[in-house]
């Protein structure tokens, strides 16, 4: 079984809550990986995602320790359109 992580960084502008993280996060860039494998039986190369992962402050770590917290990709979404729905001032 033939796995790969795919990286990227995702930006927050304002506070924001995930569901499976009992806490408000501060607005920031904050780097989530998806875990994805390869569908053996195909004729062409696909893959289906496996694990979404989201790396954010340990609780009271004032941002010096870090965690890797396992989410739902529809989470990370909504939390992304709520976060660009709101306004600024």
Request: proline fraction near 4%; aromatic fraction near 6%; hydrophobic fraction near 40%.
């Amino acid at each position: 079984m033939t796995i790969r992580s795919r990286r990227e960084v995702v930006t927050f502008n304002h506070p924001f809550r995930i569901r499976g993280i009992d806490r408000q996060l501060p607005a920031g860039a904050y780097e989530v990986v998806t875990d994805e494998e390869m569908i053996e039986s195909l004729s062409f190369a696909a893959f289906r995602r496996v694990a979404t992962m989201i790396k954010v402050p340990v609780e009271g770590s004032r941002g010096l320790a870090m965690e890797v917290v396992s989410i739902g990709p529809a989470d990370l979404s909504d939390a992304q359109r709520i976060d660009a729905g709101q306004s600024d001032g």
